[in-house]
């Protein structure tokens, strides 16, 4: 019945360090607080991203654009503890500023995120972190993000027809 | 720094019973758990929904379409402790199948929750709900939702230039 939230917003969040990055798709991501500056995203339980944010208490948000898709794509569907699904991609895995966990050159944006809390929510563990530096292209350097020339990526819904979408439907 | 995951989804947050309802505005909402189907809301800590939700456990996450975005506009800001603000709306209230807070006719999907926990993250209480029932309009008959009949609402940033967006911008 979770279809009912969709189309979400989707971003990517990033464990690991620099040598060894694992990148996943997530929609399930949600401010938390003003101040202090949180945020919050639910990861399944039985993920290698949660064990890697566990172990390392930091992740980065990611902020595709439609791009980047393909990648969005394969981050979303090939499982890191499997293969090394960093090789079939084409993003670029830089230092972040704050955190262990790499940010993406080519993502529109990078928050960097310290782990300060976190819940079991059913299936998934919710992650609390907080913003500790952010790193981002010319398209938030306004109050509101500059929406006319960033295309940002959505996720319609699951199943079959997976698609995503960015100002217009884009079908996989 | 949270500007950087704008834009995004507009939910109403419906609290209180049916004879006082009180919608709410709200971008911070989240799926957290396929089985059980939960999801997540952080509802600022000082805000009169949080103190109904808390009070009647239980809450409706109501779909608007863009349709209904003066009364969206409304609903995020007019606190409903001050003033009647559903007198100002052309919403309409109705009973809810399994939880007391009412679900909204014109909404493309209502989704009744039950809240089954609920943490402190930083300057918001975050309720996570356990949905117990959904109604929903046609645009929700397939797995995916029918997006090009469904216009749905987003929110691109806060501050005086605040703005909704459903596939076209539109300025208010």
Redesign the interface.
Known sequence: ?????????T?LIVAGDVKKPNPMTA??????????????I?IGKSRYTRRLIEEQGDFV?A?PTIELLRDVWLAGSVSGARENKVERMSLTFIKSKKVKAPSIKEC??N?ECRVV?S?E????I?F?GE?VN?T?SDA?KN???D??NYK?VMH??????F?Y?S?E?IKL
Chains 1, 2 share one sequence.
Do not use: C, E, K
């Open positions: 019945m979770l279809r009912y939230l969709y189309p979400m917003r971003f929609d399930w991501v949600t401010p938390l607080s003003f101040n202090p500056q949180l945020v919050g639910a948000i902020v529109a944006a928050i809390n819940f929510t059913g299936d998934h919710f609390v913003i952010v981002a938030f109050d509101t993000p929406i006319a940002f319609v819904g699951r199943g079959p027809n698609t979408q100002d439907l």
